[in-house]
């Protein structure tokens, strides 16, 4: 099993000192974040990444700011389920399945079974995750080596797709915000030709629009005048979490084996395809409800529902990495922010990166299964710190986290410019959560934009040049026929839907 | 004034969101044949690919437009309420001010200064807190983001006056 003795190797970059505390204040951190309102995990994440810059640089580094980010995203996955349990807040959209059952638990004043319940499942369904990450992704790279361009467009082409064809509202809304993504990644100087794209004139727009800039305006700005709008109180219950109740909540999961099973394999499959934290929650949740002895009861607070979304959306959310360190292809907004990171420290992420740099990618590997140790024993221990800051005042914690998202905006790229665009982000994120635009296919469309054009013209460049290159052989034109499939999804199934309608009638 | 009147229907918050869009996509056309959207000897031309993505734009921007038009009684729903429309103008509009605070042509504070006022704003006129509550929270918060980012970090933030008396800059 070389697998194994790469994960060896990769434990031991991970477990020095430095990392390890690393580890410890990226969960803390992350676990804050995703406690407070407008501060997610995407934006979270975008708005430290600035601060990884120097640490980089040291021999090693790379692997060190890897670890710290990775970190405060399995700590803000885990934050979002002390909101949905204590307050009825989703703190992430994938947390939302969580308040069904987490919420009435705490009314009925077992807030700590619920968080007990939630954390385990969700260090279980994270734990799945990583060692299907372990085996697979390693196969997946080098499988991956053998890609040309063509391949690497239909695999964005799948990326896409997928979200189309998982869109919750209309598909339009879907294509109309990623499209507006692959524009913004156009605007700046053309790498193939250096002739200036939608830039107008203004010289601010050479460098083209960071995505970093609207991560931040986007999530944040965004979600705090939502949640602004709703009034300036949050109301929750109190959360005790002593030894005693963990331990009796621990002695009752096993009963749910079967529940954690299929969620995490209901996670691990929505998570490789993008956007499928969300879905798997509530797929997970449903099935559950469904398979369940006691499904009749769920949503009046069982235990239950708490373990299957949870596992689910945990399982997903990491499985979401996979993608990205194999093929360059994030799977969520998170991940694509953390290929951002990549690029800044300059490393080209893809299939080679296994060839090329096994100690940072083991050595990420490794710190999934520490992080998420580290992780496990943060929340259970310091529930009732972290509630307390919900407790804060708005009126004072809401202009502190704009402060921090000004600052997060301005030291991308040290300007003031940047600032500004990020509140233009936020008003467009507001409008786009209350006209149900989607905002992750825009963000991965900025990231992945210039990528995918240029996957596209390279393709183009070939002896055949034309579009018939993606149906050359069977690997590229099964990827381009699926990527299809997914795209034409809304219409396939409605057209599935009148033809059973039909036959039910006449039979 | 009754706070749960609408400001705007559904229906028009979608007929404006997707107008912006069409306009949007129709720019991006506009500027994408101007550099050259067709097939040149050597593969597609600068401006093909995004030629393709403004088209994208306004299909989709023109087909919820149409969708808007029929929502029906759905589309008469409040986008926002007045009451809702004044929280978030309370919170834009400082920040609008507080962007402009920290640089601008004419007279910048830099980031630390107009840190604390913002917030010192937040909590007066949201929180209706006391000064002796309000100082040392934004102050604090300000010299805190002041240490982290000037002294341990050492990513320069914007500065103003107070910093450059300080022998900061």
Known sequence: MQEIQSLMGGFAVAMTWFNLALMLAGVTLGVLIGVLPGLGGANGVAILLPLTFTMSQQPGGATSAIILLSCIYWGALFGGAITSILFNIPGEPWSVATTFDGYPLAQKGQAGAALTSAFTSSFIGALVAVILITFISPIIARFALRFGPPEFFSVYLLTFSAFVGMSKGTPFKTIAAMMAGFALAAVGIDTVTGQLRLTFGFTELLKGFDFLIAVIGLFGIGEILLTIEEGLEFRGTKAKLNLRVVLDTWKELPKYWKTSIRSSAVGCMMGIVPGGATPASFMAYGLAKKMSRDGEEFGTGKIEGVVAPETAAHAAGTSALLPMLTLGVPGSPTAAVLLGGLLIWGLQPGPLLFVEKPDFVWGLIASMYLGNIVGLIVVLTCVPLFASILRIPFAIIAPVILVICAIGAYTVHNSIFDVWLMIVFGILGYVFKKLDYPMAPLVLALVLGDRAEDAFRQSMLGPEGSLTVFFANPLVGTITGAALFLLFWPLISRALAIVRGRNGRGG | ?169
Do not use: C
């Open chain 2, 1 to 169: 004034m009754d706070e749960k009147k609408p400001v705007a229907s559904m229906r028009a918050a979608e007929l404006v969101m997707a107008g912006l869009f069409v306009a949007f996509g129709a720019l991006v056309m506009w500027d994408s044949r101007r550099l050259g959207a067709s097939w040149a000897e050597d593969g597609p031309q600068a401006g093909y690919f995004p030629f393709y993505i403004g088209l994208f734009i306004v299909v989709s921007a023109v087909v919820i437009i149409f969708r808007a038009l029929n929502l029906g009684e759905k589309g008469r729903v409040a986008f926002v309420e007045r009451g809702q429309l004044k929280m978030v103008l309370l919170v834009m509009a400082p920040t609008v001010v507080y962007a402009a605070l920290i640089s601008n042509p004419w007279f910048s504070l830099g980031i630390y200064l107009s840190s604390a006022i913002f917030i010192s704003f937040f909590m007066w006129h949201l929180g209706k807190y006391r000064w002796t509550r309000i100082a040392p929270v934004s102050l604090g918060v300000a010299v805190f983001f002041f240490v982290m980012f000037e002294v341990w970090f050492k990513l320069p933030l914007p500065k103003g006056p107070i910093e450059a008396a300080l022998g900061f800059n």
